[in-house]
């Protein structure tokens, strides 16, 4: 699977957007992009996926460039509940495991 | 519906105890996911499981360590013996390999302490 870098923390402002960045420059072509999140002391929490195309769903948009090497994970409207560490996973869709990296720690901030 | 649900939730040991964590899947799962949370090594992959069969147990640390899935419903992690150095969080993890098995849903976790 593709390695992937995020930043190690970034602030957000309540009611605002929180715009989350994600490389995967070495991403192959039948690989996904995929976005959990884990609040402290629960365990991740799935967020929302994409190949090529734009995602959206009750939770956030997924934004992928057109060359796939990086994409943005955006949350609308962020909440204080919305705080936690968020993870960029790259890999191919059935394959069988989740690789975590360091993630990025989201601080929604009133 | 239910989620994949861990027990013990805390567990505090001494040092040389043997420990059993467990896990039930959700069902109609056909794969389980082992994963350690440190501060230290963040989260890692330990074992998976497809059909109840292990396909991938590279991240097991050592020999102390083992894991099995006896039927789709119920999995358990075994340290014998545990060692301070494994105190850490243990999820398990579940998914369907058919249509729609994108989502992997993870339990709430097993908080471990070796004393």
């Known amino acids: 699977d593709a390695k992937t870098t995020q930043p190690t923390s970034m602030d957000c402002a309540e009611g605002r957007a929180a715009n989350l960045p994600c490389n995967h420059s070495t991403i192959s072509g039948n690989e996904y992009v995929y976005w959990y999140r884990q609040i402290h002391s629960q365990g991740p929490q799935y967020i929302i996926h994409g190949l090529k195309n734009n995602e959206t769903n009750e939770m956030a948009s997924l934004i992928i460039t057109e060359d796939r090497k990086s994409s943005t994970l955006i949350l609308p409207h962020a909440t204080l509940r919305d705080t936690a560490v968020y993870y960029c996973?790259?890999?191919?869709?059935?394959?069988?495991?989740?690789?975590f990296g360091q993630g990025t720690t989201l601080q929604v901030k009133p | 519906d239910a989620g994949v649900i861990q027990s013990p939730r805390h567990e505090v040991t001494e040092m040389g105890q043997e420990v059993t964590l467990r896990c039930k899947p959700i069902s109609g799962h056909n794969s389980l996911f082992w994963y350690r949370q440190t501060m230290m090594r963040g989260l890692e992959l330990l074992i998976y499981f497809n059909n109840n069969v292990p396909i991938d147990d590279s991240g097991m640390p050592e020999d102390r360590f083992s894991a099995k899935m006896p039927n789709a419903s119920f999995s358990t992690l075994k340290i014998q013996p545990s060692e301070p150095r494994d105190s850490a969080v243990y999820f398990c993890?579940?998914?369907?390999?058919?249509?729609?098995?994108?989502?992997?849903?993870f339990g709430e976790g097993s908080w471990l302490t070796v004393v």
């Open positions: 996973i790259v890999r191919v869709d059935l394959g069988g495991k989740l690789i």
């Open positions: 993890a579940s998914r369907t390999t058919g249509s729609g098995g994108n989502t992997i849903y």
